[in-house]
């Protein structure tokens, strides 16, 4: 069973960056889409960057971009967040989407990690 971890959250004032890694400790998540998501309190989860299996074609919601980049290589999933926001306050999750590319449903993923907070201060 894939098994997704992501890991890089934490606390940043606002302007700071940092950067997220998704890891699939059974390395199978490497011919499907990933999709990182974001859920802040009281708010429902919403998709924030999403990247093909091959890596050349990326989605970024409107709210991050030209400040969030989606990448990958053979065994992780990265999002480099930067420029952020307390309105990027939330908990981040990797999810692996049931094909080769990424969705913007949450329901087109099949697994999902635990999720890392990443809070923004003021």
């Known amino acids: 069973q894939v098994q997704l971890q992501e890991s890089g959250g934490g606390l940043v004032q606002a302007g700071g960056s940092l950067r997220l890694s998704c890891v699939d400790s059974?390395?199978?998540?490497?011919?499907?889409?990933v999709g990182w998501f974001r859920q802040a309190p009281g708010k429902e989860r919403e998709i924030v960057a999403g990247?093909?299996?091959?890596?050349?074609s990326t989605y970024y919601a409107d709210s991050v971009k030209d400040r969030f980049i989606i990448s990958r290589d053979n065994a992780k999933v990265y999002l480099q967040m930067n420029s952020l926001k307390p309105e990027d306050t939330g908990v981040y999750y990797c999810a692996s989407a049931r094909g080769p590319t990424y969705a913007v449903s949450a329901s087109q993923y099949r697994y999902w990690g635990q999720g890392t907070q990443v809070t923004v201060s003021s």
């Open positions: 990247i093909n299996w091959r890596g050349g």
């Open positions: 059974r390395r199978t998540f490497s011919n499907n889409g």
